[in-house]
């Protein structure tokens, strides 16, 4: 089980559009690579959603004496989430241990096989699961996402403190332009962190319907960007 990097989709605001980006990306680069998601947003996890795979479950396997989940594969990625293992309702109210074991459990028990890439779903805000991650994962860098919108990027400067407390290398922003926000960003705090910009992806209809098979724009100058750091 060889997985060549792994990289995390991450913001501290919530709804800025991580679990649909992941999804799009993975797609969009599941024509020339090898890749897998997993869906750390333990509390509410949506690639199950987003894929329209809320029937599926991961099969499970003995190795070793250990039981193994097989990941769900789905246009040739593979998936692991919570919402395949678990009802949603059931995990909404646990502490934060019972969220690292959780996430430890679906981390060491996929079995993942070979990948390019390895994209971790993150769910909003700082705390445990970005821990558990960080230590249990090492993701080799993290791709930072924010709307145009100063409330966002104030959020963001919290994922990156976090992100270089837990020495995760970031790769740079994503700027996704949810609803076609005339405001401005206001970018010049991350710049002055060294922060490159990446990508902008517009509001798009097509990602509001979770129909992702037409690349959304800005998701091909982000697929591109990370095959070239490979
Ligand atoms: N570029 C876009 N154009 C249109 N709708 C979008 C776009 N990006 C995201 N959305 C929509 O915005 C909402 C939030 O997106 P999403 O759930 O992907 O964000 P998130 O950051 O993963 O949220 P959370 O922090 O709760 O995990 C969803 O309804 C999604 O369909
Ligand atoms: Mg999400």
């Given at each position: 089980?060889?997985?060549?990097?792994?990289?995390?989709?991450?913001?501290?605001?919530?709804?800025?559009?991580?679990?649909?980006?992941?999804?799009?990306?993975?797609?969009?680069?599941?024509?020339?690579?090898?890749?897998?998601?997993?869906?750390?947003?333990?509390?509410?996890?949506?690639?199950?959603?987003?894929?329209?795979?809320q029937d599926a479950k991961p099969n499970l396997i003995t190795v070793d004496?250990?039981k193994m989940f097989q990941p769900v594969m789905h246009e040739g990625i593979?998936?692991?989430?919570?919402?395949?293992?678990?009802?949603?309702?059931?995990?909404?109210?646990?502490?934060?241990?019972?969220?690292?074991?959780?996430?430890?459990?679906?981390?060491?028990?996929?079995?993942?096989?070979?990948?390019?890439?390895?994209?971790?779903?993150?769910?909003?805000?700082?705390?445990?699961?970005?821990?558990?991650?960080?230590?249990?994962?090492?993701?080799?860098?993290?791709?930072?996402?924010?709307?145009?919108?100063?409330?966002?990027?104030?959020?963001?400067?919290?994922?990156?403190?976090?992100?270089?407390?837990?020495?995760?290398?970031?790769?740079?922003?994503?700027?996704?332009?949810?609803?076609?926000?005339?405001?401005?960003?206001?970018?010049?705090?991350?710049?002055?962190?060294?922060?490159?910009?990446?990508?902008?992806?517009?509001?798009?209809?097509?990602?509001?319907?979770?129909?992702?098979?037409?690349?959304?724009?800005?998701?091909?100058?982000?697929?591109?960007?990370?095959?070239?750091?490979?």
């Amino acid at each position: 089980m060889m997985i060549k990097k792994i990289i995390a989709i991450a913001s501290a605001k919530g709804g800025v559009g991580k679990s649909s980006i992941t999804a799009a990306l993975a797609l969009n680069m599941s024509k020339s690579f090898k890749v897998g998601i997993l869906d750390a947003d333990i509390y509410g996890p949506n690639q199950h959603i987003l894929f329209n795979l809320q029937d599926a479950k991961p099969n499970l396997i003995t190795v070793d004496d250990k039981k193994m989940f097989q990941p769900v594969m789905h246009e040739g990625i593979s998936i692991n989430s919570m919402g395949f293992i678990l009802d949603a309702d059931k995990a909404a109210v646990w502490r934060g241990p019972m969220l690292s074991g959780a996430i430890r459990q679906l981390i060491e028990s996929t079995i993942w096989g070979d990948l390019d890439f390895l994209f971790i779903d993150m769910p909003p805000g700082t705390g445990d699961a970005y821990l558990t991650i960080a230590s249990e994962i090492k993701p080799d860098a993290c791709i930072l996402v924010t709307t145009p919108n100063k409330l966002a990027v104030a959020d963001l400067i919290k994922t990156i403190s976090t992100m270089n407390k837990l020495a995760v290398n970031i790769s740079g922003y994503v700027e996704n332009n949810i609803a076609n926000f005339k405001t401005n960003g206001d970018y010049k705090i991350l710049e002055d962190k060294g922060i490159p910009f990446i990508s902008s992806i517009p509001f798009d209809e097509d990602i509001y319907h979770f129909d992702l098979n037409n690349t959304p724009n800005g998701i091909k100058d982000l697929s591109s960007f990370i095959a070239s750091t490979v």
